[in-house]
C-alpha cells in the first residue's frame, strides 16, 4: 500500500482578490505535492479560503454586499488564479461550505460534553471578558503583543477595549498532557526549532481561550442545544482552524 502524504496551504482569508503572496504559497505547496506523488505515494493536497469573521461582513458593507455575496463574488478569482499557475490541489474546501459548518458544530457538541482530563470541569465554559481586540488581527492582544506605543506591530492600530461574553475552551488545563506527547514523539512537530518554540510555549504556561463571539452574526452559529448559545458565533480562528479536518 502507498505511502499516505496530506499536504496543505493556509486557506486564503477573502476580504480581497488574490496576490503574490498567496501565489507564492501555492506553487511551493504544489511542487512538494508533485515530488511526493512522483515516488508513487498517494497525496490528498488541499487549498481553499477563509469566509468569515467580522473583518469580513465589514469589507462586504463598504462594498455594499452582503458577506455571502462579497466572498462569492471573489473565491472564483482565487480558483482561476490558481488555474492559470496549473495548482495541482484535490480539494478546494470553502468555509461556508455546509459540510464544513455542520464539521464545526459537531466539534463544539463534542466539547460541550467533555471534561478536563485535569479537574473534571467541563472543557467549553462561558464567562465575561475584557481585553484589548485588534480588527486586523481579529483576535484579543495583551499588552505585551503592542508596540511601544500599544499599537498592533502589524496593523499600526491602537487595538478597542472589548467587553463581552465568550464561550471560552479550558485550553490551560491541557499543557501536561500536550508536554508528554511532544516529548514522547520527537518527529510531531518538525523542524526542531518550531518544535522547541512549542515546548516552550507550553511550560511558559497555556491560556483558557475564547471560541466564540457574540454579535458577529457572519460566522457558523452555536448549536441551539448549548445553553447560552443564542447569539454566538465560532471565532473565525477556532472556524477556519478545523477546515483540515473537515476537508
Not at 470553502?94 to 482530563?117: G, K, N, Y
Not at 448549536?223 to 454566538?232: C, L, M, Q, R, S
Amino acid at each position: 500500500m502507498p505511502a499516505r502524504c496530506y499536504i496543505t496551504t493556509a486557506i486564503d482569508y477573502v476580504n480581497g482578490r488574490p496576490h503574490l503572496g498567496h501565489a507564492y504559497e501555492k506553487v511551493l505547496a504544489d511542487a512538494i505535492a508533485r515530488f511526493h506523488r512522483q515516488r508513487g505515494e498517494s497525496v490528498f493536497f488541499l487549498t481553499g479560503t477563509d469566509e468569515h469573521g467580522q473583518k469580513i461582513a465589514r469589507a462586504a458593507e463598504a462594498a455594499g454586499k452582503t458577506p455571502r455575496a462579497f466572498v462569492d463574488e471573489l473565491v472564483p478569482a482565487f480558483k482561476q488564479a490558481w488555474k492559470v499557475l496549473g495548482i495541482s490541489y484535490d480539494q478546494f474546501i470553502r468555509t461556508t461550505d455546509p459540510r464544513h459548518e455542520l464539521a464545526v458544530q459537531e466539534l463544539f457538541r463534542r466539547l460541550h460534553d467533555a471534561r478536563s482530563p485535569k479537574t473534571g470541569e467541563p472543557v467549553l465554559f462561558e464567562e465575561a471578558y475584557e481585553g484589548l481586540y485588534c480588527e486586523g488581527c481579529e483576535e484579543f492582544k495583551q499588552e505585551k503583543d503592542l508596540d511601544g506605543d500599544g499599537r498592533c506591530p502589524i496593523h499600526g492600530t491602537v487595538p478597542k477595549k472589548v467587553r463581552e461574553t465568550n464561550f471560552f475552551f479550558r485550553l490551560s488545563e491541557y499543557d501536561e498532557a500536550l508536554l508528554k506527547h511532544v516529548e514522547a514523539h520527537p518527529d510531531f512537530i518538525q523542524p526542531e526549532y518550531r518544535r522547541n518554540e512549542v515546548l516552550n510555549v507550553i511550560k511558559d504556561g497555556l491560556q483558557d481561550v475564547s471560541v466564540t463571539r457574540p454579535n458577529v452574526p457572519w460566522g457558523v452559529a452555536l448549536p441551539d442545544e448549548i445553553a447560552g448559545a443564542e447569539g454566538h458565533t465560532v471565532y473565525v480562528w477556532a472556524d477556519a482552524l478545523l477546515n483540515y479536518l473537515s476537508a
